[in-house]
C-alpha cells in the first residue's frame, strides 16, 4: 500500500469560484485516478490522470469543468471549476499499483458549494 | 450494460455473529474483485481483492469468495464487533486494465452490542 494524501480535506466555496484539490502520494505509481461521491451515493470515476498527456475523460466529464494536472509519478491535481452548488461531493483520488495489489483511496476532500 | 448490485437494505446484526454481505454483477468478465469499508465522510479503505481463479480468500476476520458462474461475491464478518459498523463496498475493474473501477451502491452494517 502507500500513503496518499489529499488536500484540502474539506471546503466550502462560492459558487461561479473553483477549487483546485491536490493528491500527493509517498512513492511512485503508475496509475492515479479522480473519483466524485455525491451524496449517498457510491462512487463515480471522472478521468484517468496520465503523467505528461492530457487526462481521459469518462462520460459525462469533461476537461473544462474538471481540469486535471499530473506533472511526475507522485502527484496530481483535480480542478472544480464554476462550481454550482451540485458540485458539492467527496471528489477523491486513488491509484493503483503494478502487480494488482488493489486500489488505494485518499481520505477525499468534502466540498461544498454555497 | 454493465451491472453491480449489493442488498441495498442496512444490515443490522448482533455483536459476535456473522455478517454476510452479497455482491451481484451482470454484464461483467472481471479479473478480479475488491472490497472496502467506508466510514462516513472518510474515502474507501482498501479491505480484500480476489481474483477470478480464486475461490476464496481470508484475511484475519473477513472472508470473501467469488463465484464466476453465479457472478456473485460474498463478503463475511465473523465475530463482529461494533467497530465493524460501517459501509461495505464491493467494486470491479471496468475493463480489466487496472483501477478504473465501477463500484456497487454499498451496503451499511450495524453491529449492535
Known amino acids: 500500500s502507500a500513503v496518499i494524501s489529499q488536500k484540502p480535506s474539506r471546503d466550502i466555496c462560492q459558487r461561479g469560484t473553483s477549487l483546485t484539490i491536490q493528491c500527493q502520494v509517498d512513492?511512485?505509481?503508475?496509475?492515479m485516478f479522480w473519483y466524485r461521491q455525491q451524496p449517498g451515493q457510491s462512487l463515480t470515476l471522472i478521468a484517468t490522470a496520465n503523467q505528461g498527456s492530457e487526462a481521459t475523460y469518462e462520460s459525462g466529464f469533461v476537461i473544462d469543468k474538471f481540469p486535471i494536472s499530473r506533472p511526475n509519478l507522485t502527484f496530481s491535481t483535480l480542478t472544480v471549476s464554476n462550481m454550482s452548488p451540485e458540485d458539492s461531493s467527496i471528489y477523491l483520488c486513488?491509484?493503483?499499483?503494478?502487480?494488482?495489489?488493489?486500489?488505494?483511496f485518499g481520505q477525499g476532500t468534502r466540498l461544498t458549494v454555497v | 450494460s454493465q451491472k453491480i448490485e449489493q442488498n441495498s437494505e442496512a444490515l443490522n446484526i448482533q455483536e459476535g455473529k456473522t455478517a454476510t454481505l452479497t455482491c451481484n454483477y451482470t454484464n461483467y468478465s472481471p479479473a478480479y474483485l475488491q472490497w472496502y469499508r467506508q466510514d462516513p465522510g472518510r474515502g474507501p479503505v482498501f479491505l480484500l481483492l480476489?481474483?477470478?481463479?480464486?475461490k476464496e480468500k481470508r484475511k484475519e476476520r473477513l472472508k470473501v469468495t467469488f463465484d464466476t458462474t453465479l457472478k456473485q461475491s460474498l463478503f463475511h464478518i465473523t465475530a463482529s464487533q461494533p467497530a465493524d459498523s460501517a459501509t461495505y463496498l464491493c467494486a470491479l475493474d471496468e475493463d480489466n486494465q487496472g483501477g478504473k473501477l465501477i463500484f456497487g451502491q454499498g451496503t451499511e452494517l450495524s453491529v449492535k452490542p
Open positions: 512513492s511512485q505509481v503508475t496509475m
Open positions: 480476489i481474483r477470478e481463479n480464486e
Open positions: 486513488s491509484v493503483e499499483f503494478v502487480g494488482g495489489a488493489g486500489t488505494f
